[in-house]
């Protein structure tokens, strides 16, 4: 087995806040805090919400650090990770995914075009009854065609900081359930490299 020092895991957080950005009560602040080395993506406006520019920010993220990663996207920010992760490029250093109220597509069709698809990354897509952006039907259909586990948060609006959601130990748990989940693979696939270069030695 190898040892944790020998591989690049655990996975780096990699937060992809919403419209306007995550303030700093937001619950993704408080999750960067929570994991070494945590990454968030900017955008050059947090105003003006753009599909493919704002998956662009993501994935020149995944390009230029080194991985594994697991992100936990909100609101808006769901579905310029989606968006990224449509790249199949990318999806090899994305261990998981956690999506937290994403916005409908339908009410930002302004914002480019996007097309919900089979996600080929284990993620948990989480709604909530009272969201103004997103019906809870309208999230679970999402999570269908991403192919995630859907959770029903209940009653707790957009699941941000006006929500209440500022520290959030749940956040942190479906996280870790990605990670660990993923793991046994992932040093399943290191043992296997390793056993074939030392063949070659």
């Not at 040892?3 to 992809?16: D, E, I, N």
């Not at 390009?63 to 579905?79: I, Q, Y």
Request: with cysteine; charged share 20%.
């Amino acid at each position: 087995m190898l040892s944790c020092s020998k591989s690049t895991w655990p996975p780096r957080l990699v937060t992809v806040p919403g419209l306007h950005g995550s303030e700093g009560a937001h619950w993704q602040t408080w999750l960067e805090r929570q994991f070494a080395r945590s990454l968030r993506i900017e955008q050059a406006d947090w105003d003006a919400p753009n599909v493919a520019g704002w998956a662009r920010s993501l994935r020149d993220v995944l390009a230029r650090e080194r991985g594994p990663f697991v992100l936990a996207a909100h609101s808006f920010g769901c579905l310029a990770t989606a968006h990224a992760l449509q790249q199949a490029s990318y999806v090899g250093d994305v261990v998981g995914v956690l999506f937290v109220a994403p916005a409908s597509p339908a009410k930002f069709a302004f914002a480019g075009a996007f097309e919900a698809r089979r996600l080929g990354v284990p993620s948990i897509l989480i709604g909530s009854e009272t969201d103004p952006w997103m019906p809870l039907a309208g999230a679970r259909e999402l999570a269908q065609r991403f192919g995630s586990a859907f959770v029903n948060l209940g009653d707790a609006g957009h699941i941000n900081t006006a929500a209440g959601f500022g520290p959030w130990p749940r956040a942190k748990y479906f996280v870790d359930t990605l990670v660990h989940c993923a793991a046994p693979l992932r040093f399943r696939e290191e043992e296997a490299v390793e056993a074939v270069s030392h063949a070659w030695v």
